[in-house]
Nanobody, 128 residues
Framework: QLQLVESGGGLVQPGGSLRLSCAASSGFPLDSYAIGWFRQVQGKEREGVSCIGTDSGPINYADSVKGRFTISRDNAKNMVYLEMNNLKPEDAAVYYC????????????????????WGQGTQVSVSS
């Protein structure tokens, strides 16, 4: 079964940048899966941040991160990244990557319930 592992979280000052990585277990090519990045603050619902369909497209972003975050794939490394720039305190959350089952090639950023596989999450803190 596909397993996902996020990394790259940490503490950053407002205006700073982080790059989150999502790695897959061996034998599962991530470019065959639609991948989403989600975030969750304790006590709140999980929120879609960005997603990318198979073959690196199409790509979607939540309005709150457009122009600041970039999702990308590195198929050679079997990784999906979320580059986060100009971070704001409201971006602080646990960030998760998730994958839809291989049948579905298109990603949907607003519906975490459509994703079957989830990583354990990585904490992003934004504070001065």
């Amino acid at each position: 079964q596909l397993q996902l592992v996020e990394s790259g979280g940490g503490l950053v000052q407002p205006g700073g940048s982080l790059r989150l990585s999502c790695a897959a277990s061996s034998g599962f090519p991530l470019d065959s899966y639609a991948i989403g990045w989600f975030r969750q603050v304790q006590g709140k619902e999980r929120e879609g941040v960005s997603c990318i369909g198979t073959d690196s497209g199409p790509i979607n972003y939540a309005d709150s991160v457009k122009g600041r975050f970039t999702i990308s794939r590195d198929n050679a490394k079997n990784m999906v990244y979320l580059e986060m720039n100009n971070l704001k305190p409201e971006d602080a959350a646990v960030y998760y990557c998730a994958a839809r089952i291989r049948l579905f090639k298109v990603c949907v950023v607003s519906k975490p319930q459509l994703y079957a596989y989830w990583g354990q999450g990585t904490q992003v803190s934004v504070s001065s």
